[in-house]
């Protein structure tokens, strides 16, 4: 499924709204790595306060990553693409998105700072503000949701706080499912989102081995976007264009033939599940995670490696068929 966020008006201040034409707004605010199930509930909270209040809902968030930013050497893995955030947010309702430029000297802000650059600048009236029950902001987090509502009820607009999602694994998060991805356990990161983890990148010539001593043919994609699960061999949709095709993908470094010389670098190969698939090289693709089939191994040999095969396309197949007919594993794909 594609969404279309071509209507969405982007900027990069509150203030170039009224650019737009747009003078009243309810802020949906936070990082959104992932749109998580978490993340979804503040921007419906944010959707249904716009609509009670006449105001244009509006989701201000930051770029990059605060943490790219704070700690420059461990930044996170985006678990999505700007792309991608754009167009689940448009799926959603949202009308506009502010990507507010995260530099040193804005994590520095006080929260009465903050406050003053985020919504008191500019001629856009904020009339509401949704965010998590535990989000922080300003140097040190010194911000909370306290001081969030006290400050909206002296400037007359409505603070909404949202309740984490917890589970029995404790509050979602992106951080957690990072960990699930870091695992290899796509489907508790699956949970975690709402949907399928996802990858996205170019279709790229390989080293012609899956299909000529394998005789299974793959798609060797350049991943840019997302992040990988573990090494292994997992069933996932494959998304080209509006086309989508069960698959069984392979992500490790080839050790049944010694990693083609290149030691440590992953490759990600997608087997189509299909007759007749179609020429997939210079094509963008995505691939949604459904489920891990095995670690990553090295056999004894090609042949042995190709005699294995089978069984991963049967497992993959029936992880496939059984997310299918069940509607609570439905997701929106990756566009």
């Not at 249904?48 to 209040?53: A, D, G, V």
């Not at 994609?221 to 061999?233: H, I, K, S």
């Not at 049944?256 to 992953?266: I, R």
Request: contains cysteine; glycine residues 10%; hydrophobic residues 45%.
């Amino acid at each position: 499924m594609n969404w279309n966020s071509s209507d969405l008006i982007c900027c990069n201040s509150p203030a170039e709204l009224a650019d737009h034409g747009i003078r009243d707004v309810v802020f949906a605010i936070g990082t959104f790595d992932g749109l998580h199930r978490g993340h979804v509930a503040v921007v419906r909270a944010m959707l249904e306060e716009s609509r009670r209040l006449d105001a244009v809902p509006t989701v201000l968030t930051f770029h990059p990553h605060p943490r790219a930013v704070l700690a420059p050497d461990s930044p996170p893995p985006l678990l999505m693409s700007r792309e991608r955030k754009l167009g689940i947010l448009a799926s959603l309702g949202v009308r506009a998105v502010v990507f507010l430029p995260f530099t040193k000297d804005f994590a520095a802000l006080s929260p009465e700072g903050f406050l003053s650059r985020c919504l008191l600048s500019g001629s856009v009236r904020v009339r509401g503000v949704c965010v998590g029950s535990m989000w922080r902001f300003g140097a040190h987090g010194a911000g909370d949701v306290a001081f969030l509502k006290q400050r909206a009820n002296e400037l007359g607009f409505v603070c909404r706080a949202v309740p984490e999602i917890r589970d029995g694994h404790g509050i979602v998060s992106s951080t957690k499912i990072r960990e699930a991805l870091a695992a290899g356990d796509v489907e508790f990161a699956a949970y975690c989102l709402g949907r399928r983890p996802a990858v996205s990148g170019m279709v790229v010539s390989g080293y012609g081995v899956a299909g000529n001593t394998l005789h299974c043919a793959t798609a060797n994609l350049d991943v840019r976007c997302g992040m990988l699960p573990a090494n292994g061999v997992y069933a996932a949709f494959a998304v080209v264009g509006n086309e989508r095709f069960p698959a069984v993908v392979n992500i490790g470094v080839a050790p049944t033939f010694d990693s083609y010389g290149n030691g440590g670098l992953v490759r990600v190969e997608a087997h189509l599940l299909t007759d007749g698939a179609p020429d997939l090289y210079g094509k963008e693709m995505a691939l949604g995670f459904a489920a891990r089939i095995r670690g990553e191994r090295k056999f004894a040999s090609p042949e042995e490696l190709a005699a294995r095969i089978p069984e991963d396309i049967r497992l993959a197949l029936a992880a496939l068929n059984e997310q299918k007919q069940s509607s609570a594993k439905e997701e929106l794909m990756p566009s």
